[in-house]
């Protein structure tokens, strides 16, 4: 059996009913399909692209038109960040560079908020007034705890506490989602002194054999959640669980800084082209309200780097901000202990514990962690891997490449050819990676089966950086290649095109997979 992000509709509830420990396996891959390999137009590395994008600018057209020349790489293709993409080594600190188009103004404020990206927090009240505040519920006491290097996490093994794997919760009785009454919108399995935490989380495994049409198997872990422990009740009927690992921080600027109508004309709701691809926005609604698509986040949850960092802030450390105002953090009214506590909020700074200039210092940090360069661009196995990429219809939405607004919030962002291989819309991605059933919404007007394309720049150095990390949105996948046949929904035929290539085709593939 096969995990997907924990439909709580289809979990055995008995532990949250008081008969033991809850727990959920899923189903597994979706069974290989028919499917015509051999492209119908000419082969080219990027979708076609809409009539209305850079409509106004016919060089930007070109360089974002798909070139059919796969026997060479394109110029600034190693620069997978634009211009201020990092060419440091690819090591341990591969992702924890800053971008390198910073002013000797900026990069102070970049070193600053790199050390509150890593500061720990404590409890209130304590002796060091900037650092209390943390909790009463929390899963990590740094950024860092989650983001280990800068770069995705890793989930619990054995009797470790979960860390960089949260579970979020969406009750989905109402036309959109909300927390669960008692706990809220996320499960935290630490607390501060003196409070029980909310939740133990555990994972269990099967495997399941998936095999290529050359007879090759390949063996895939299918996780089973376990959730324990609880602390303050049992779950509502009506709630959901979704897990997800922390994400890598690299690029969030850029993606940012792409123009929001450029990511709108992709959209494809109704797949009135046919080709099987049928992304949408996920629609946020901003304090005052103001409507902006999702970039960030597994669902695309959160529209700016700011909004993403200020929820962290609140869910997983329990720290109050500009963004998130609560000083108990992802407490209810069904968690009174809450209420008894004190705070981290000094009045001569604010009414919040991460005060504005903390919360802004941040997220300037995260808005400017470089993208790796590409390695071996030119390389013929990386090219014929490129091209395979295409062929299997990877780039429907894998975008490879974007061209940044001429008038982004910051400069350093403006105007930059770059290569995050996303189009940052919601996709259906099929029953074993769902977290809700049919419509069910779990991440504001995302279903559970829908997912954001996930950028794929700075993949080849993600296990270098942390190498107990692993892939997709609850990393269950080990590699790469993993994580391709997990796939289902609108990628099952390209899914399925990867499972007919040859085993020298597939290394080829794994190799263009690693040079991101």
Known sequence: MVARPVPLARLTLVG????????????????????????????TDMPPLPAGLWADDERVRG????????????????????????????????????????????????????????????SSPASTLASDGLGPF???????????????????EGEERAVSLVVQLADVSGALPAGDP??????????????????????????????????????LSSPRYVIDRLGYG???????????????????????????????????????????????????????????????????GKA????????????????????????DGDCTISQPVCDELADGVQTHLGTVEVPDELLDLVTFYTANLAVPARRD??????????????????????????????????????????WPYTDLLLHDMGEALADGAGNERTDGEARGHEWRTAPLWGIGAATTVNPRTGFLHDGRAATPMEAVLWHGGEA????????????????ALERFLDSL
Request: a neutral charge; aromatic letters at 6%; proline letters at 6%.
């Open 16 to 43: 949250l009913l008081g008969l033991g420990p809850a727990s959920c396996a899923v189903p597994g891959p979706e069974r290989v399909t028919p499917v015509e390999v051999a492209p119908t137009a000419p082969l």
């Open 63 to 122: 360089v974002l038109s798909g070139t059919s020349d796969f026997s060479q790489a394109m110029p600034f293709e190693r620069m997978a960040g634009g211009a201020g993409t990092s060419t440091r080594a690819l090591d341990r600190d591969a992702y924890s560079h800053h971008t390198g188009t910073l002013s000797f103004e900026q990069l102070q404020r970049f070193k600053l908020g790199n050390a509150l990206f890593n500061k720990l927090w404590v």
């Open 138 to 156: 929390w899963n990590a006491r740094a950024c860092e705890s989650c983001h280990a290097g800068d770069g995705r996490g890793q989930r619990p």
């Open 182 to 219: 008692i706990y809220g919108v996320q499960l935290h399995t630490a607390a501060v002194p003196g409070v029980t935490a909310e939740a133990r989380v555990r994972i269990e495994h099967e495997t399941v054999t998936v095999r290529f049409e050359d007879g090759d198997e390949q063996a």
């Open 234 to 300: 049992p779950l509502d009927e009506s709630t959901r669980l979704s897990p997800r690992l922390a994400p890598s921080v690299i690029g969030q600027g850029l993606l940012e800084a792409i123009d929001e109508a450029a990511i709108l004309a992709r959209e494809d709701p109704q797949d009135l082209d046919g080709d099987g691809i049928s992304g949408r926005a996920n629609w946020q609604a901003l304090p005052g309200g103001q409507r902006r698509i999702g970039r960030f986040g597994h669902k695309a």
């Open 304 to 327: 700016t780097v700011r909004q993403q960092t200020g929820h962290a802030f609140k869910n997983d450390m329990g720290l109050s901000n500009a963004v998130a105002d609560d000083p």
């Open 377 to 418: 661009v030119g390389d013929a196995q990386v090219l014929a891997g490129k091209a395979l990429f295409a062929r299997a219809g990877c780039v429907g939405c894998h975008v490879p490449r974007h061209v940044t607004a001429a008038n982004a919030a910051r400069p350093e962002h403006r105007f930059q050819l770059i």
């Open 492 to 507: 099952l035929a390209s899914r399925d095109r990867v499972l007919a290539m040859s085993r020298d085709e597939r290394a």
